[in-house]
């Protein structure tokens, strides 16, 4: 009954239900095994048309063919009919966005040589190619008048050299000459080595024509915000002296178009962005916090007038981070995401700061663990359109209109749920056994499952740590449930949707009570009494993965474990990962040279002489965030002590370890293997 409560009590509304597969006999259904995961599809990126009447999205599927994810643009129309493809393109295609007048679509099309710019006419179907640019836009952006297009793009830069090789004989083989690197930030987990140059702002005709570059200096600057008269654009950018070395800074500009001039509207010491101009142009809603080099501080929404002054705070009493900003047609206030105890949902503020919640279940966009994530956008007439999901339904285009009434407008997964038994969520709320601090964790039990019967239990944390899991889709915790385990997921202290003193419990504290956190919600779950306490079984990525290395450090209940993309060493963590400048003071007093005690205190390697559970290491050799030597420290320190260990290696893959839908099913089945291998009565090879 959860999910027709979520979306109304008219009978029509429960036969949609029912039609969407909502209603099911697992009876009928086969629990999901790991080829279905080609099979998920997802929305993404939903763009409502401003008359209403029509919704814009990426549409994503899993190619088994050529093995990653692939978006492609699609149309329905808000009633759930006419359910299309907008091209016949079978390429990439992303970033969707209605004209004012809602009579053309400009969306970004490409391939792996780049992607261009092109426009879609809605009553013809035609399109049209707009750029042929030298790198790839971004943040594209209509003018008022529906005239010009904005984006950002790269401009590149040569890459310094201090000594010019000798000419090499004609047809001789030298080796690639050296690399020479001079920047603050020279690579990034995803991408690799960083291209030299900087981001600027674009402006082109949307009839077609020469895109003319609007920003200029050696600064990177944001997405484009155009001004409610068409003549500056606004942008987050940090243009201050010694910016490389200020990670979590911006401030707010506005460039006009027919001078260039550039000034700043605002100036605190934090990060600015997310600006929104109200329809008439005299206000500016924006994020921001003041800075105190914290590990989480809370996003605050704040108005200002066009000019950047008379600054005010709205939601004082809202204590959650904003994000996603959107005015209303009217100018009466203004739309915005935050996440709440699991769940990312959609508010609406007055700008007298009377505020309300809109819709609820954003998400479904991270596919494989139950991270939040998806968007929304508003109408003229205030019908919002968002990416829904819950724990047994990845994302789909859903509507709320302006009297409340909320429905889901796609079936993407229909076919698959119809055949598969997907485990519901259900949450629980424990005491930390440190402090009695209420935490909040979720059980996906195994298809059928007996509450008589006896399960082996798996928690799985998450990374961040300053992130959240929640009632939302996740593609591997649903294979751990078919192949038989209770999965058991936690929202320990560090994590964010229940306020800033929560969020930064982990402040020089990090791994640290978190622990404590989590073993409560296990032990809470082993009192349900459908769990073998002999088959407890740890594992996590990236964050999780520091703290599976931990638990596994400092208890030796568990049978076997799985650390995934860990840091192990925070001295070497913090000088090598690619966003190696962000980590200093922030989570630890210091710097690793200055005060490497605590850095290495709170290092999972200061426990490796503890750890005595059977425990693979699993990383993708790209990984630039934790990178595959935090791995192998860990591995061999195992191996030196003789603890059961196995180094599994995803070949090419970066810190997102199963972005491509064979790696998620790789580091699934090596996961459940490795559990497996150490159960209870199984002999080892």
């Known amino acids: 009954m959860k999910k027709l409560i979520l979306f109304g009590v008219s009978s029509t509304l429960v036969l949609t239900a029912t039609i969407f597969g909502v209603i099911t006999l697992h009876a009928q259904q086969s629990p999901l095994v790991n080829e279905d995961i080609f099979e998920i599809e997802y929305a993404s990126d939903v763009q409502i048309s401003p008359d209403a009447t029509m919704v814009a999205y990426v549409r994503y599927s899993m190619s088994i063919m050529r093995d990653r994810r692939e978006g492609r643009l699609w149309l329905v129309n808000t009633d759930g009919s006419s359910h299309r493809k907008l091209t016949s393109e079978d390429r990439s295609e992303s970033s969707p966005r209605w004209s004012p007048d809602g009579t053309r679509i400009a969306f970004v099309s490409g391939s792996t040589e780049g992607s261009e710019i092109y426009v879609y006419w809605?009553?013809?179907?035609?399109?049209?190619?707009?750029?042929?640019?030298?790198?790839?836009?971004?943040?594209?952006?209509?003018?008022?008048?529906?005239?010009?297009?904005?984006?950002?793009?790269?401009?590149?830069?040569?890459?310094?050299?201090?000594?010019?090789?000798?000419?090499?004989?004609?047809?001789?083989?030298?080796?690639?000459?050296?690399?020479?690197?001079?920047?603050?930030?020279?690579?990034?987990?995803?991408?690799?080595?960083?291209?030299?140059?900087?981001?600027?702002?674009?402006?082109?005709?949307?009839?077609?024509?020469s895109a003319r570059q609007v920003t200029s200096g050696e600064f990177q600057h944001g997405a484009p915000v155009w001004g409610a008269d068409g003549r500056s654009i606004l942008f987050n950018a940090n243009r201050r002296p010694g910016w490389e070395w200020e990670l979590d800074q911006s401030d707010i500009y506005q460039i006009s178009l027919n001078d260039g001039v550039t000034v700043p509207l605002t100036s605190r010491n934090g990060p600015d962005g997310g600006q929104v101009v109200s329809p008439d142009g005299s206000s500016v809603a924006f994020t921001s916090f003041e800075d105190r080099v914290?590990?989480?501080?809370?996003?605050?929404?704040?108005?200002?007038?066009?000019?950047?002054?008379?600054?005010?705070?709205?939601?004082n009493e809202l204590d959650r981070s904003v994000t996603g900003l959107a005015w209303a047609a009217d100018g009466s206030g203004v739309y915005f995401s935050y996440e709440d105890e699991g769940i990312?949902?959609?508010?609406?503020?007055?700008?007298?700061?009377?505020?309300?919640?809109?819709?609820?279940?954003?998400?479904?966009?991270?596919?494989?663990?139950?991270?939040?994530?998806?968007?929304?956008?508003?109408?003229?007439?205030?019908?919002?359109?968002?990416?829904?999901?819950?724990?047994?339904?990845?994302s789909e285009v859903a509507l709320v209109t302006p009297d409340g009434r909320q429905r889901r407008i796609t079936n993407l997964n229909g076919d698959l749920k119809s055949r598969t038994q997907l485990a519901t969520a259900e949450m629980f709320w424990t005491e930390s056994s440190h402090d009695g601090r209420p935490i909040q964790s979720?059980?996906?039990?195994?298809?059928?499952?007996?509450?008589?019967?006896?399960?082996?239990?798996?928690?799985?944390?998450?990374?961040?740590?300053?992130?959240?899991?929640?009632?939302?889709?996740?593609?591997?915790?649903?294979?751990?449930?078919?192949?038989?385990?209770?999965?058991?997921?936690?929202?320990?202290?560090?994590?964010?949707?229940?306020?800033?003193?929560?969020?930064?419990?982990?402040?020089?504290?990090?791994?640290?009570?978190?622990?404590?956190?989590?073993?409560?919600?296990?032990?809470?779950?082993?009192?349900?009494?459908?769990?073998?306490?002999?088959?407890?079984?740890?594992?996590?990525?990236?964050?999780?993965?520091?703290?599976?290395?931990?638990?596994?450090?400092h208890t030796n209940r568990f049978r076997a474990a799985v650390v995934t993309k860990p840091v192990v060493n925070w001295i070497s963590k913090t000088l090598v990962a690619d966003n190696y400048n962000g980590y200093m003071h922030r989570r630890y007093p210091g710097t690793p040279w200055e005060n490497p005690e605590v850095y290495w205190d709170f290092s999972p390697l200061s426990v490796v002489g503890d750890i005595e559970t059977p425990t693979m290491v699993m990383v993708g050799t790209a990984d630039l965030r934790t990178p595959l030597s935090e791995a192998k420290q860990l591995y061999h320190a195992l191996i030196l002590r003789r603890v059961d260990t196995a180094l599994v290696q995803i070949p090419g893959a970066y810190h997102n370890i199963s972005n491509r839908p064979s790696q998620l099913i790789a580091k699934v089945i090596n996961t459940v293997a490795w559990f497996d291998r150490y159960k209870v009565g199984t002999p080892i090879s």
């Open 294 to 315: 914290r590990t989480y501080q809370t996003q605050d929404l704040h108005l200002m007038r066009a000019d950047g002054s008379g600054k005010s705070l709205l939601l």
């Open 344 to 394: 990312t949902k959609v508010g609406f503020t007055t700008t007298a700061g009377d505020w309300r919640v809109v819709a609820e279940h954003l998400g479904g966009t991270s596919v494989g663990r139950a991270y939040g994530g998806g968007n929304y956008s508003v109408a003229r007439d205030g019908t919002l359109a968002f990416t829904y999901t819950r724990s047994d339904d990845p």
């Open 442 to 553: 979720w059980i996906l039990h195994p298809p059928d499952f007996d509450p008589g019967s006896q399960y082996p239990l798996l928690l799985e944390i998450h990374g961040g740590p300053v992130s959240n899991y929640g009632d939302r889709f996740a593609g591997e915790f649903q294979l751990y449930a078919s192949a038989g385990f209770v999965v058991v997921y936690s929202n320990p202290r560090g994590s964010t949707g229940y306020g800033e003193e929560f969020g930064d419990l982990l402040y020089h504290d990090y791994p640290g009570n978190d622990y404590d956190d989590l073993i409560s919600a296990v032990d809470a779950v082993i009192k349900r009494g459908y769990i073998d306490e002999d088959q407890l079984y740890v594992t996590g990525g990236s964050a999780g993965g520091i703290m599976t290395a931990w638990i596994v450090g």
């Open 122 to 209: 809605v009553a013809t179907g035609q399109i049209a190619r707009l750029t042929q640019l030298e790198r790839s836009p971004g943040g594209i952006a209509w003018s008022p008048d529906g005239r010009q297009i904005a984006f950002t793009m790269l401009v590149p830069e040569a890459r310094p050299v201090f000594a010019a090789m000798p000419a090499k004989p004609a047809g001789a083989e030298w080796a690639d000459p050296p690399i020479v690197e001079t920047r603050v930030r020279h690579e990034a987990d995803g991408s690799g080595v960083i291209e030299p140059g900087f981001r600027h702002i674009f402006v082109i005709p949307a009839d077609g024509g």
